[in-house]
Every structure is written in structure tokens, then in C-alpha cells.
């Protein structure tokens, strides 16, 4: 039988925590790298997304920058000639070379219809002292007419031959910027003429598009603010000596300045930086703080910056929105990548277990191999044995034949004084019938000579029947063949004959005539041997019974010799069957007689075999193959 082994482990081999430990582990630690992972990759996308907006706002905010300085500077650079323009206004050389009332009142006539026209704040002239000597506002009540301004900045400017440039808050708390010029007659400085315009229109543009901005002045100070709450703020702490020249040139009047509220600072470039400012308007305390992108560029002309603020609140949201996009993407991903994983791995146990089986199949084809290797290898042993036994058989039979021969040779020996004696008595009468008979002839008594010849032809028949059946014994046979049972049975009898007479005994014969595969010579040589054997066994006794009993069974035919002699002892029993053995006195056995008999029957496909009756006496059974009867027999039959 083949025993195959299973290529895999038999997996109750392992103890269940081993297997089901290291799974359950992983399963639940698994959804921890993959909140890091999304975090990791929400941040990075979120980080990614507010660099890569700064710099697109940066790069916008740019644009409006330079748009918007450039405003700034065509505003003020409107009225930069304007001042300069009144140096070649005769009127007012005049005046500021001889004063007197009436060109007093000429010069404020045409300086109050110029700045209606220039659309400036106020246009005024002061002397070299610093003393306002004709204004356009001469009819207000607030009027600078008469006022001392020798401590702005402008006029100490102007008067030295520079342009002066101010930005600063009046005595009438308007702020304005302030464009100064000395007048110069014949190469000399003999007054100043100043204008002040207003930049507030600036602001009101910012604020209709939605700008926020500033403009810083050298200081630090916003002066103007798209947020009016952020004005006058300052962008840097001062320094006290500031505060001091400030308060001293009254450029702002008397105002206080506070610091711009700034809740973080992070510089990113020379000029831009990330602003975290409080909210301002109507809703301040209660909105959040806004970060703003501030770009700064130096404005042209001035010491001063604008400022440009872009709201980041959009970026930030969209930046957001993009990490949140991003960490989905990535537990997507991840969980696309276990499913990847879970199913190569099923793949890959399903290309294990058919390599497994193959190389199980390779194994057992193999092992088939290997043992038909083996079985036709054995067959061929067998097929030498067979070989070797047909010979050894060939040699058996040829051996059995010889001992046949020699057995027969043997009965013919033991017989040859009762078969001597058997012929002799009939040669004797035939002598006698033969030397009556002449006799008779010669007396002419035919009847009684006749009746002589008759009896001489029956005496020689029975010699010649005595003859042919000891020729017949003698003579070889082979093993195929049929005989008759009946005719067998007669011819051992009739062969027996003698012995019969001188050993009477009642014979009960219950067979029937049947076809049996073996030649009729052996089957009356075995027949004899049985039938000597049980004469010799009943040879003591007065009662002497021999049974012949046969029946046909299946393909066979049992043929039954018992007698009722004294039997076989035990002893004898077990060598019953051996050459040579005998019991029988001096020359009277050869121990041939069952031997021969049992090879000739097994020869034709049948056994003999002993019994021993419990009523006594000793039973041979014959068992020899039945032949189909010929058609002619069995319709004799019916
Ligand atoms: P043989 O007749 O030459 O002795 P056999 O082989 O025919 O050789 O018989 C062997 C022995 O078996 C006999 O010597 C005898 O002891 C025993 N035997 C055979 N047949 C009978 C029988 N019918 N009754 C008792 N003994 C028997």
C-alpha cells in the first residue's frame, strides 16, 4: 500500500494561540500607522498647499504692490511742480520782497483760485523767517495767515534750496502732505512756497476695491490705511529719541502713538513677511485674529513704504480642505495597499498549496514509478520462477513418470509368481485339453474333442486378456487424457482377479460410468494400488468389505475405496504419503503405491486424500476433474 504524506503541517499539530496570536496582533495595531500616516500625510499636504498659495498670493500680491505704489506715487507726483511753478508767479516775488496789503491780498486772491483748481489742500508762502505771509485759506477762520511754521522740517528744507517733503498734521488737526520749494529771485532764497495736498483719496480707493494697505513713513508711522483704526500706528516700536524729535517738530500735532497690535511676526523674505493681526471693525473683540501675507516695497520720491496685507484666511482654508483631501487619500491608499497585500497573499498561498500538490503529485507519480519499477522488476523474478518451476515441474513429472514406471515395474515384479502361476495353470489345462483332444481325434469322438478346442480358446483368451492388461500397466502415459470409471474399475479388478480369489471379499460398488480427465491406464494403476492396499490391510480378518462409492460434485467426481480393516494408526498416519514407506513384510511393500497414486491424480487436476471413519476400517478418497459427457452418452443417459 502506498502511504502518502501531506506536504503541509497538519495544523493541529500547533497550539491555536501560536497561529491566531500574531494575526490578532497585527489587526489591532494596525489602525495606528495608519492615523500617523494620515496625519503625516494631511500635514504635508496642508504645509504643501500653504507654501505653494503664499507664493501664488505672493506673487499676486506683487503685481498689486507695484499697481498700487504706483498710485501712490502719480498722486503725489501731480502736484511735486506745483510749489516750484510759483517762483515764476511775479505777484509773489513781489510780495515776498516788499510786503504791503494790496499784494498781500493779490497773492491770497490767486493762491486760493490755484488751489481750488490743483485741487491741493491749501497753497501758502512763507518768508524766510517761516511766517506765513499769504495762504489760500486767508478767508477761514482757521487760517494760516500770520502763523510761524520755521520748525517744519519742510520749511528748514525748502529754505536750504531742497525739496521739502512732509507728512504731517496741521493746528487744525487735518493731516496732509506737504510739498515745499524755495523761491529763489536773482540766485537767492527769498521765501518758500508750500502746498498741502491730501492722500486720503487713496484710501478711499483701497477701500473700494477691497484693498488692504499702508503707508509707512520713514519712522515706522502709518499715515495712510485702508483700515482707519490701524492710521498713526506704529509698524516698529520707537525709540524714545523718535518719540522726542517727533513731539519736538509737532509733525503729528500733539498725537500719542501707539504700537500696531501684532499677535505673531514671521519674516519669510526681505521685504514679506506672515502677519498675525486682531480684528478690527465693528465685530473686533468677537472675531478671530486675521493672518495677513504683508509685502512691502519702498515708494519712489519719499522715504516712505506701502504696505500691501493679503488675507490668508482662503489659503489657509483651502489648505485645509487639501490635508483633509490628502490624509483620505493616504487611509485609501493604505487600505487599497492591505487589500493588495491580503489578496498577493492569498495568491501567493494559493501558488504554495499548488506547488505543494504538484510537487505531492511529482511525488507519488514518482513513487508510483519507483514501485511499478519494483512490480515489474518482482514480475520478472516470478516470470523467472515460473520459468524455473515449469522445468523444476518438467523434471518432477519426468521423475514421477520413471518412479510410475519403476512402480509399475515393481507390481509387475511382486505379481510376476501369481501372474507366473496365473499362465501356468491355464498352460497346464491347455496341455492336458490339447494331448485329450489329439486323443479324441484319433477315436473319432468329435463332439468331445470340439468341446475341448472350445475350452483351449477360452483359456487363451484369459491368457491374452492377462497380458494385454500387464502391457497396458507397463506402458507410459501422459498426464491429458480420459478415462471411464467403470472400465477402469473393471480392468484393476479384473487384474486383481487372482488375489481376489485366493482373498474373498464382498465388494458394494455405488458409482456411475463417468468422463474423467485422466488417461485410463493411470486411473486403473491407482485404482489397483487402492484396492491391493485395502486387500493387504483386511488380510487377518474372515470379514472382509470393500466400498466403492462415487458421486459427481460441481466439475468433479469423488470416488471413495473404504474398507473395513483394522485402519492406520497415527504414527503411520504423518507418512502415509512418502516414498518408500511401508509397513508391509520383506518383499511384499515397496512404498510406492500411495505416492505414485496421489502424483498421477494431482498430474490430472485432482487430489487423493485419506480419511478415517470413526466406524472403523480406512477411507482413500479420489478426486479427479469430471469431462463433459459426449452428446451421443448423454442422450444414452436419458
Ligand atoms: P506399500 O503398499 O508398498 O506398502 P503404499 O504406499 O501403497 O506402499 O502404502 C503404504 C502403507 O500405507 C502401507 O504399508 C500400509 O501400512 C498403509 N496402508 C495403505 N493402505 C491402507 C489401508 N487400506 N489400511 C491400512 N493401512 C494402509
Redesign the pocket.
Known amino acids: 500500500m502506498i502511504v502518502l504524506q501531506s506536504p503541509f503541517p497538519n495544523p493541529r499539530a500547533l497550539p491555536p494561540l501560536l497561529t491566531v496570536k500574531p494575526r490578532l496582533i497585527r489587526r489591532l495595531l494596525l489602525p495606528l500607522p495608519i492615523i500617523l500616516l494620515m496625519l503625516a500625510c494631511g500635514y504635508s499636504a496642508y504645509y504643501l498647499s500653504t507654501q505653494i498659495g503664499i507664493r501664488a498670493l505672493a506673487e499676486s500680491g506683487e503685481r498689486q504692490l507695484e499697481l498700487h505704489a504706483r498710485a501712490v506715487e502719480s498722486e503725489i507726483s501731480t502736484h511735486t511742480y506745483l510749489p516750484s511753478l510759483l517762483e515764476l508767479e511775479s505777484s509773489v516775488s513781489r510780495l515776498l520782497l516788499d510786503l504791503s496789503e494790496p499784494r498781500r491780498e493779490r497773492v491770497n486772491t490767486y493762491l486760493e483760485g490755484l488751489n481750488k483748481r490743483s485741487g491741493s489742500l491749501a497753497i501758502f508762502i512763507l518768508d524766510t523767517s517761516g511766517r506765513v505771509l499769504a495762504t489760500s485759506n486767508w478767508r477761514d477762520a482757521d487760517s494760516f495767515q500770520g502763523e510761524d511754521l520755521a520748525y517744519r522740517a519742510y520749511f528748514q528744507d525748502a529754505i536750504q534750496g531742497k525739496p521739502g517733503r512732509f507728512y504731517g498734521i496741521d493746528s487744525t488737526g487735518e493731516a496732509g502732505y506737504y510739498l515745499a520749494h524755495g523761491l529763489r529771485h536773482r540766485g537767492t532764497i527769498i521765501g518758500v512756497a508750500v502746498v498741502k495736498i491730501r492722500l486720503d483719496p487713496l484710501e478711499k480707493r483701497w477701500e473700494r476695491a477691497r484693498l488692504e494697505a499702508y503707508v509707512s513713513d520713514e519712522n515706522g508711522i502709518i499715515i495712510l490705511s485702508s483700515d482707519p483704526a490701524r492710521r498713526l500706528k506704529a509698524v516698529h516700536p520707537l525709540s524714545a529719541e523718535t518719540k522726542a524729535q517727533l513731539a519736538g517738530s509737532l509733525q503729528y500735532h500733539w498725537t500719542t502713538f501707539k504700537e500696531l497690535q501684532l499677535l505673531a511676526r514671521q519674516r519669510i523674505a526681505a521685504d514679506t513677511e506672515l502677519l498675525t493681526l486682531p480684528a478690527s471693525g465693528e465685530n473686533a473683540s468677537a472675531a478671530q485674529p486675521i493672518s495677513y501675507l504683508a509685502q512691502t516695497r519702498p515708494l519712489n520720491d519719499t522715504l516712505w513704504h506701502l504696505t500691501l496685507l493679503s488675507p490668508l484666511q482662503d489659503l489657509r482654508r483651502a489648505a485645509i480642505s487639501h490635508g483633509m483631501l490628502a490624509a483620505v487619500a493616504c487611509a485609501l491608499l493604505a487600505f487599497l495597499l492591505i487589500a493588495w497585500n491580503e489578496r498577493r497573499k492569498v495568491i501567493a498561498t494559493r501558488l504554495a498549496a499548488r506547488e505543494a500538490l504538484q510537487q505531492a503529485n511529482n511525488e507519488l507519480e514518482r513513487k508510483i514509478a519507483e514501485r511499478t519499477a519494483d512490480l515489474r522488476a518482482s514480475n520478472e523474478r516470478l516470470k523467472a520462477q515460473i520459468r524455473e518451476r515449469r522445468q523444476a515441474e518438467e523434471t518432477l513429472r519426468k521423475a514421477q513418470d520413471d518412479l510410475v514406471q519403476a512402480g509399475k515395474l515393481a507390481v509387475i515384479g511382486q505379481m510376476s509368481t501369481s501372474i507366473a502361476h496365473e499362465l501356468n495353470q491355464p498352460l497346464a489345462a491347455l496341455r492336458t485339453l490339447s494331448g485329450n483332444t489329439v486323443r479324441f481325434l484319433q477315436r473319432g469322438a468329435l463332439d468331445t474333442a470340439s468341446s475341448n478346442l472350445a475350452t483351449i480358446n477360452e483359456l487363451v483368451d484369459r491368457m491374452g486378456r492377462i497380458t494385454a492388461s500387464l502391457r497396458a500397466f507397463a506402458r507410459r502415459a501422459d498426464d491429458s487424457g480420459e478415462a471411464r470409471l467403470g472400465k477402469a474399475m473393471d480392468a484393476a479388478l479384473f487384474l486383481l482377479q487372482p488375489r481376489l480369489e485366493r482373498t474373498p471379499l464382498r465388494i458394494h460398488r455405488t458409482y456411475g460410468d463417468a468422463r474423467l480427465a485422466i488417461d485410463q491406464t493411470r486411473l486403473e494403476q491407482i485404482l489397483v494400488?487402492l484396492v491391493?492396499?485395502?486387500i493387504?490391510?483386511m488380510h487377518g480378518q474372515s470379514d472382509r468389505q470393500l466400498w466403492l462409492e462415487g458421486h459427481a460434485e460441481d466439475d468433479h467426481y469423488r470416488l471413495q475405496v473404504r474398507?473395513n480393516?483394522?485402519?492406520?494408526p497415527p504414527s503411520?498416519r504423518v507418512h502415509?504419503f512418502e516414498p518408500f514407506?511401508?509397513?508391509?513384510p520383506g518383499e511384499q511393500?515397496?512404498?510406492?503405491?500411495?505416492?505414485l497414486s496421489a502424483s498421477l491424480a494431482a498430474a490430472a487436476g485432482g487430489n487423493l486424500s485419506v480419511q478415517h471413519p470413526e466406524s472403523g476400517g480406512?477411507a482413500?478418497e479420489l478426486n479427479l476433474p469430471l469431462l463433459p459427457q459426449s452428446p451421443a452418452e448423454s442422450s444414452r443417459d436419458e
Open positions: 494400488n491391493v492396499n485395502a493387504d490391510a474398507d480393516g483394522p485402519g492406520i503411520v502415509l514407506f511401508t509397513t508391509k511393500g515397496l512404498g510406492l503405491g500411495l505416492t480406512t482413500f
